[in-house]
């Protein structure tokens, strides 16, 4: 059974910074891409970053120079670090990953497996 465990979020001041993590278990890890993103109260779930098995790395444009994707393959687990946080940052986040070495990992649909999600919240 695949588990994705979403911690590190909270409510933090604009201009802030807050680390994410998420720990992945009941996949061999080291083969998956895995994506953050993140969803908005009344609105869709939006791609944020994605790491590939081989650590290439893509970000949205709304967090590309302010927020960075790391995993570590021994520990099974995908950070997102996330700084210079403005309002519209808001969001629950969410950890996923996905099995597809063809995709570009920046849909919604490529991820097979989710994390419950954690509540980021900034106040202004």
């Known amino acids: 059974q695949v588990l994705l465990v979403e911690s590190g979020g909270g409510l933090v001041q604009a201009g802030g910074s807050l680390r994410l993590s998420c720990a992945a278990s009941g996949l061999t890890f080291r083969g998956y891409r895995m994506g953050w993103f993140r969803q908005a109260s009344g609105k869709e779930r939006e791609f944020i970053a994605t790491?590939?098995?081989?650590?290439?790395?893509y970000y949205a444009t709304s967090v590309k120079g302010r927020f960075t994707i790391s995993r570590d393959n021994a520990k099974n687990t995908v950070d997102l670090q996330m700084n210079s946080l403005k309002p519209e940052d808001t969001a629950v986040y969410y950890c996923a990953a996905s099995g597809s070495t063809l995709r570009l990992g920046r849909q919604v649909g490529e991820y097979g497996y989710w994390g419950q999600g954690t509540q980021v919240t900034v106040s202004s």
């Open positions: 790491i590939s098995a081989s650590a290439d790395t």
